[in-house]
């Protein structure tokens, strides 16, 4: 294994632990569908164009050795990496739903502000999730002090806090 090669293994297994976290998540329907069908495509159709003549070429254009396992482990490397990607899309749509926050534009800014600045700022701005009222049930942002329904105290927010804290 070449030294490129090697140093392959590194976005491909933070790919897949970012992959297994987020598909983790999918039990709770956070995951919409459709990203997981794109990140489950992005891989077999990154070997295959990577493996193809047209991406070795390109491979050997950028310094990287055109042989076929090489071109075989970047184009899965690529996969993992374009699967995890999505599968993160996916998530902000899906926790920006839930927290009532405009998903399409968050998952936009993600998806367009590069070296992943856009996830970093959905993390950090996020609004807590929302929990149900105590009284009425219906859902209330954590760490209110009263319902905006039926106006019912909601007692002491430290537990609801908490409850925020649990990110994923
Ligand atoms: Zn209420």
């Given at each position: 294994?070449?030294?490129?090669?090697?140093?392959?293994?590194?976005?491909?297994?933070g790919?897949?632990?970012v992959?297994?976290?987020?598909?983790?998540?999918?039990?709770?329907?956070?995951?919409?569908?459709?990203?997981?069908?794109?990140?489950?495509?992005?891989?077999?159709?990154?070997?295959?164009?990577?493996?193809?003549?047209?991406?070795?070429?390109?491979?050997?254009?950028?310094?990287?050795?055109?042989?076929?396992?090489?071109?075989?482990?970047?184009?899965?490397?690529?996969?993992?990496?374009?699967?995890a990607f999505?599968?993160a899309l996916?998530y902000i749509?899906?926790d920006a739903?839930?927290?009532?926050l405009?998903?399409?534009?968050w998952v936009i800014a993600a998806f367009l502000i590069p070296n992943f600045i856009g996830f970093i700022l959905y993390f950090v701005f996020r609004?807590?999730?929302?929990?149900?009222?105590?009284?009425?049930?219906?859902?209330?942002?954590?760490?209110?002090?009263?319902?905006?329904?039926?106006?019912?105290?909601?007692?002491?927010?430290?537990?609801?806090?908490?409850?925020?804290?649990?990110t994923i």
């Amino acid at each position: 294994m070449t030294q490129q090669s090697a140093l392959l293994l590194i976005p491909f297994f933070g790919g897949l632990l970012v992959a297994a976290v987020l598909l983790g998540t999918a039990t709770r329907n956070i995951l919409p569908r459709s990203a997981m069908a794109i990140a489950a495509l992005a891989i077999p159709i990154w070997v295959v164009y990577f493996a193809s003549s047209q991406g070795r070429s390109l491979l050997a254009s950028q310094g990287f050795l055109g042989t076929m396992p090489e071109a075989l482990w970047f184009g899965l490397t690529f996969g993992v990496f374009t699967a995890a990607f999505f599968l993160a899309l996916g998530y902000i749509y899906g926790d920006a739903k839930r927290r009532r926050l405009p998903a399409w534009a968050w998952v936009i800014a993600a998806f367009l502000i590069p070296n992943f600045i856009g996830f970093i700022l959905y993390f950090v701005f996020r609004a807590p999730l929302l929990g149900p009222c105590r009284s009425c049930g219906k859902p209330i942002r954590g760490g209110e002090a009263f319902c905006s329904h039926c106006g019912c105290s909601q007692g002491s927010s430290v537990g609801r806090m908490a409850a925020d804290n649990r990110t994923i």
